[in-house]
Nanobody
Framework: QVQLAASGGGPVPAGGSLRLSCAASGRTFSSVLLFWFRRAPGMDREFVAAISWSGDSTNYADSVKGRYTISRGNAKNTIDLQMNSLKPEDTAVYYC???????????????WGQGTQVTVSS
């Protein structure tokens, strides 16, 4: 089992920056994809960004492309999300997640972490 814990959220003014971090513990696997998701008030959870375990491949939602950067932390058991030029619509609870991938490429299991609140004021 992989355990994930997000941190770094808080209040921030529009146009500001914030860095979120997710620490992973427990079992690790040779093929893992790492994610950030978010859920805005009254909305479903939505995809934000993804990164391969090696860090050589990333993907972003159109709404955050060019403003957010996902990366492996300096410690290899962390996932970071650098958020710049924040907008009020970025206000949400942010979650980290990890997908265990089978050798054939299918998702075996998705692990979810607890969220951290980001509130962007106008």
């Amino acid at each position: 089992q992989v355990q994930l814990a997000a941190s770094g959220g808080g209040p921030v003014p529009a146009g500001g920056s914030l860095r979120l971090s997710c620490a992973a513990s427990g079992r690790t696997f040779s093929s893992v994809l790492l994610f950030w998701f978010r859920r805005a008030p009254g909305m479903d959870r939505e995809f934000v960004a993804a990164i391969s375990w090696s860090g050589d491949s990333t993907n972003y939602a159109d709404s955050v492309k060019g403003r957010y950067t996902i990366s492996r932390g300096n410690a290899k058991n962390t996932i970071d999300l650098q958020m710049n030029s924040l907008k009020p619509e970025d206000t949400a609870v942010y979650y980290c997640a990890a997908d265990r991938i089978r050798p054939g490429g299918s998702v075996e299991y998705r692990y979810w972490g607890q969220g951290t609140q980001v509130t962007v004021s106008s």
